[in-house]
């Protein structure tokens, strides 16, 4: 069962447009949400996070945005960069939980230069 | 501040072999998680520790084990290996429940 789905295993973007990743969760316990950036050979890269008590959080080219009702969050990369092209995977914990993530399966960003 | 350090990078085992991987989390950071990252399953919660307690635990067999001492610095061990613990192993850390993780670069386990 999984819990936290990225629903496009890819995503291809001209360098300077936006980039919307999306992640659909299903687990109604969850109340803090993640996005990691990974490379090749190396561990995931913490990016931003948000709270379920929010709905959109900001940090300089990346927004996450919350919707609780539709149990879906969004992460928009503006402007996307070449150096943004990695896997990025969104993750989920319930507050009980402490520091158990439950992650999605990831999506694969290529920004053309 | 030196981020996450995992040893070995690369390890190649035999089935049936025990191995142990190591994990030095960044300096101040008490909670020490573990994560499988395979193909097929993506990353997977293995378990939490928290000043030398086990305080979360994934859906893993018990042959997968881990400890952490008082440093913080952690260990986890797999017994009895089947092929399909081939996986890259993350550790990462924390300062507190509910802080984003750190990860480490990983362990490539690979079993023959």
């Known amino acids: 069962d999984q819990q936290v789905k990225q629903n496009s295993p890819s995503l291809s973007v001209q360098e300077g447009r936006i980039s919307i990743l999306n992640c659909d969760y299903t687990?109604?316990?969850?109340?803090?949400f993640l996005w990691y950036k990974k490379y090749p050979a190396e561990g995931p890269t913490f990016l931003i996070s948000?709270?379920?008590?929010?709905d959109k959080n900001e940090d300089g080219r990346f927004t996450v945005f919350l919707n609780k009702s539709a149990k879906h969050l969004s992460l928009h990369i503006v402007p996307s960069q070449p150096g943004d092209s990695a896997v990025y995977f969104c993750?989920?914990?319930?507050?009980?939980?402490?520091?158990?993530?439950?992650f999605g399966g990831g999506t694969r960003v290529l920004v053309k230069p | 501040k030196a981020g996450v350090t995992q040893t070995p990078r690369y390890l190649i085992k035999t089935r049936g072999q025990q191995v142990t991987l190591s994990c030095s989390p960044i300096?101040?950071?008490?909670?020490v998680s573990w994560y499988q990252q395979t193909p097929g399953q993506g990353l997977q919660f293995l378990f939490e520790?928290?000043?030398?307690?086990?305080?979360n635990k994934g859906n893993f067999p018990g042959r997968f084990s881990g400890r952490q001492f008082s440093n913080s610095r952690s260990e986890m061990n797999v017994s009895t290996l089947e092929l399909g613990d081939s996986a890259l192993y993350l550790c990462?850390?924390?300062?507190?429940?509910?802080?984003?993780?750190?990860f480490g670069n990983g362990t490539r386990l690979t079993v023959t």
């Open positions: 687990n109604s316990m969850f109340d803090y």
């Open positions: 520790y928290f000043s030398e307690t086990q305080r």
């Open positions: 300096s101040g950071h008490r909670s």
């Open positions: 990462a850390s924390s300062l507190l429940a509910g802080s984003p993780l750190h």
């Open positions: 948000i709270s379920s008590i929010k």
């Open positions: 993750a989920a914990s319930a507050g009980a939980a402490g520091n158990k993530l439950t």
